[in-house]
């Protein structure tokens, strides 16, 4: 048996945020014995956010199937007979129905996401529309439309969108077997014009795909070496839709899907990293495995986009059974609350417990937004 790598095998002090990962050292963290690599990844999660709150946030489809796109996954690709039903654009007074019925459920953000390879200019008024309107319910709003140009960036960040979607899915070297007719630089460049405007970025990808480890250390290591770090890192398992050429690929290792979780923990630190498709076909262990490892966000609601997620009540006996609690970051501070009133709260915290970890990064984080948006 091979010698377990040493260089990363016993938790820093505190990672810091690097921008320029190697791919061997992130190989070289994969490879950890799994105890070492948990034990490093939940250490350098419990440095950066309260080890045991997880945002949820709620997907709705405003315009699902027919998409001109060939990602070999996906069931609303118009390239593969799905069986889905194809619906146009949602009518606005729809959309902000769902968002209600989230908000009392207690999610947190509402994600609006719709099957274009970008979205037409005759678009744009019905989904400006639904951002300021989601808004105004207290939701923080996210969308995944696709490609998108500068302008529109802009004018999503105008209408306060908070969060734009949009993954790299894979490696750039594997990214071709799974589509074609848009390129990794294209998808580069949408996120940059989502940065560019002020919007908070969520990229991340779907592994079980048929790829290599090499793959998902690659699609990590551009993720992590992006100009900012994705505020939200989605980890999807690919959910398997009868019909695509991806139906019948072999399953991933559950233990190396955890893995792909705490390496994203490590060398993305401040980021949030989702749980996100594929928690159907988990159990609650795996589940608990993930949290562990560092996911601290999830898709709340019996649905995806087009795919079964776990029942709500299912997913608050969950939280309930792990002591878990959903993070509201509006709940982090109030409008009158100043920053240094807040810092100086949270250093008390500190204080008075010697033998805490130093979790409260992401609640100063998240409350100082709160203040700057005030
Ligand atoms: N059409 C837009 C786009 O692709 O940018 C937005 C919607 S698309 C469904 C959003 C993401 O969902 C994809 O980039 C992919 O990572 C993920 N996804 C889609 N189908 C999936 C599947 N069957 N299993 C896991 N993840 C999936
Ligand atoms: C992301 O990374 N995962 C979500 C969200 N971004 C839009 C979508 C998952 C879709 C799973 C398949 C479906 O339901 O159609
Ligand atoms: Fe279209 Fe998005 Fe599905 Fe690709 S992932 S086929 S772009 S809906």
Redesign the pocket.
Known sequence: MNAPVSVVATPSASISVRHDWHREEIAALFALPFNDLLFQAASVHRQHFDPNAVQVSTLLSIKTGA?P?D?K????SGHYNTELEKEKLMEVQKVLAEARLAKEKGASRFCM?????SPRDKDMPYVLDMVRQVKEMGLETCM????LSGEQAQSLSEAGLDYY???L?TSPEYYGKVISTRTYNDRLQTLSHVRDAGMKVCA???V?MGEDRKDRIGLLQQLANLPAHPESV?I??????EG?P?ADVADLDMFEFVRTIAVARIVMPESFVRL???RQEMNDEMQALCFFAGANSIFYGEK????DNPDANHDQQLFQRLGIHPLDPRSECSDEATEEALLESVEAQQRASETAPLYYDANKRAAKHVLNKA
């Open positions: 998409c796109e990602c996954y996906c069931s609303q996401g719709a099957a274009w390879r995944t439309l696709g490609m979607n949009h993954n899915d991340g990808g779907i079980g989605p999807n398992m690919l959910v398997k839709i695509t991806l996100s498709a594929g995806l986009l087009t795919t």
